[in-house]
């Protein structure tokens, strides 16, 4: 098997307020589309922010960040210019993330034209990849500013405008969080399809589980800035490893069933520095705990072509699964 | 919807100016502009009685003599004590910017609420004038009110008072306008409580916090507008121991190498301005506007 | 609403702005304590032939309004009366000065511009460092000494104890005017120039910490370009607009440095006028600085309209 296009190792990051990443690890291979789950506080806005050099200056990086074999940490000038290109990132907020009094061909065609296009092609790009995320009229959407498009548009916007640069990795942050629904539908239809057609690889943030799982092959869970669980999409909701993921998938309403109570998970989601030093930071609220969950620190299990942090992963096969009855 | 709108019992959001700890919130640099100003004002009132010596005949022999020995600022051009003059110079410095902040604040709260109350038609009148009256300047409109009116504090202070007018009239509808979109205002109107009670009783007491920021930091304008107008020989009028007329006519010593009474006029001018600054600034952060 | 209307409304708003502005300089001479004619004449003593004449210039015996009418024409024709004081026509006495003043508040605008909004941005881009801390301190200070405060100390440092600048007077000739006009200017331009110096470091800093600005970085854009694109290009709408308003405002702050520094302007000229209740030529100086004060900010409304786009055209999202 090929090196992967994305290797994670270790990723440890600290902020003087405390720890929010520790022992980080994921890898990504080219093509592939892997969603990284969690809840607030949970460390996945900052593990991407860690991939991308987006870290806030104050941060402190330890280990490991390879994309396609260069360490991402040391690159710097017309190198670090290069990986940004091929590696491109979709924000959440599309609004706050593209500047408002500038026109959208302007938004689009920037990255293009600090390459050196010239700006009348960097433009007939913008509008061919307009038209490929469903927006009509492209000539006329390049001249128009953010203010007078809705939001749905404008992540659509922000999408085509990171394809621009014909990346290998996209990373997405929660890009339809701020959407309605039934927008959300839409863009993750146009991400899906984009992707496979272009065989790029992604790395898709949310913290919806099922969301993940529509679009993604592999799912990885976050807790408290450390990676739980890594599994097959497909598997990961009826079959999870890790005691955190099965409240997780246990905790969403299904639609079409009737319970008499919301299942919810006890206490609150843990942010990295909250968490014990020693241990599962999942342990106080976890219903499997035993002693040596509390102890020493938790290592990384393989299991059925999964990787879960729980040292009991073996002993409870069988009985995290969702059971619908 | 909070428990009290169920009950029935409007609850109107605190932003009232607390009065035990006033302060709080606003720093060091807000408690210590407040000592300034509660000394200014102090000296205001007992100014004249706290001056050692004589503000008012001259003695020529004593024109610009330096500092000696209970005469620790020295005497100015008409041989006066310069600490005794600043001490009673206080009150005419602090008074009418009282009377500016005082009336502008009268007329601007209430064209600000009303224009918020009724919006629509006499909102966008009211907003439309004001922004036409902007145009005058407020030095300028007290130049002009002088020469019609004659030199003197009061015209000064009366025309500065209505140039800031517009700004304040602005500044309060804003807020008065997010107040009036509260969800205990539509309460209290289907109650049947009449528009002008809801404006005066809880609208302009939520105003509060914000008013007393504005009136503090609108002091300090109104001091060195008053004070550059005395200054110019039309607000004012000599003898009378102004900071602003001080600074006039002392300047003439700067030229012959005696700067300390101007400047000591100046200085007091100054502090007191940067305290009212500091402290309407505070305020204002903190009334969370 | 399109640019043109937009343009059109704020054009009419002037508009008003100068009729409302001009009646009220009009009527000062009808609300003066006495009559009309006691106002106009200062309370002088004149033979009867010049008050026939006053009469008839002013219209003085015709209803209000007829008056304003008369009056507002002879100005649109660039008629402002007689000074009483100086027995020449305002409009003669003004040209003269008007040069004098105009220099002088161009030069305090100048120093306002380069200085305030460079040392803004240069300390707005490093926050935290030297240069930021004592341009803080340096403006909180500064930002309270009003102009003729700063005039005083000015003369008493830079005129009297140094010498490198005269204490007074205009100069003559270009250069000589300038030296003289040194001095004043930096007094007009110093508390402006720290509240223009702050504002713009606070709107560069704000601007820096926004999410767009994290979006250029992450597609490489080189870090000049993210700087004059987006953190300046953005900074400049709260820029403009307050450096428009401190510049507007040094209209009126000009007629006490130029009395401090014995400058003949129109400031001086002005205040001088007041004093002996020549009202003519107060009206006719308040009607061109008014005037001037309107139309800088109306500049002001429509560079921030051309600035962002957000303002003119509406934020109706399609």
Redesign the interface.
Known sequence: MSSPLLEVSGLTVTLPAGTVLRDVSLSLGAGEALGLVGESGSGKSMTVKAISRLLPPKAAATGSIRFDGTEVGALSGPALRAFRSGVAMVFQDPRAHINPVRRIGDFMTEALRAQGVRRGEALARAGALLSEVGIGDAAARLRQFPHELSGGMLQRVMIAAALLTEPRLLLADEPTTALDVTTQAEVMAILDELRRERGMALLFITHDLELAAAICDRTAVMYAGQVVEVRQSDVLHDDPLHPYTAALAAARPDISRTEPRLRAIPGRPLSAFEAPPGGCAFAPRCEFAEEACRTAAIPVTELDGGLTRCVRATALRGQLAVTHG | MTASALTGRPESRSRRVPLAGALRGTGVAGHASAVIIVLAAFVAVFGRWLAPYDTVDPNPVLAFVGPVGGHPLGFDFEGRDVLSRLLAGAQTSMIGPLAVVAISLLIGIALAVASAWRRGAVDATVS?GL??????????LA?????????GLPAAAIALAVAYIPYVARVLRGAALKERSQPYVAALEVQGVSGAAICVKHIIPNLSSLIVAQATIMF?WAM?DL??IS????GVQAPTPDWGVM?SEN?VG??Q?Y?LP??AA?AC??IV??AF?VLGERLLERSGS | MTRWRFLARRLAMLVASLLVASFVIFSAVQVAPGSALSALTGGRALPAASVAALSARYHLNDPFFEQYWYWLDNVLHGNLGTSIEWRENVTTLMRSLAGTTAGLVLYAAVIIVVLGVGLGVASGLRPGGWLDSSVLVATAVSAAVPSFIAAMVLIAVFAVQLGWFPPLGNGSGFGDTIWHLTLPAVALAVSSLAIVARVTRAAVREEAGREHVQTAVSRGIPYRHIVSRHILRNAAIPITTVAGITIASLIAVDAVVETAFSINGLGSLLVQAAEDKDLAVVQGISLVLVAAFVVINLVVDLLYAVLDPRVVLGTAAR
């Open positions: 439309a922004g036409i009256v902007f145009a005058f300047p407020g030095i300028l130049v002009l009110s002088t020469a019609v009116f004659g030199a300090g060195v004070a550059a200054f110019l020989g039309l600074i300047a700067i030229q190498g700067p101007a400047l100046g001018v100054i301005v940067i600054n």
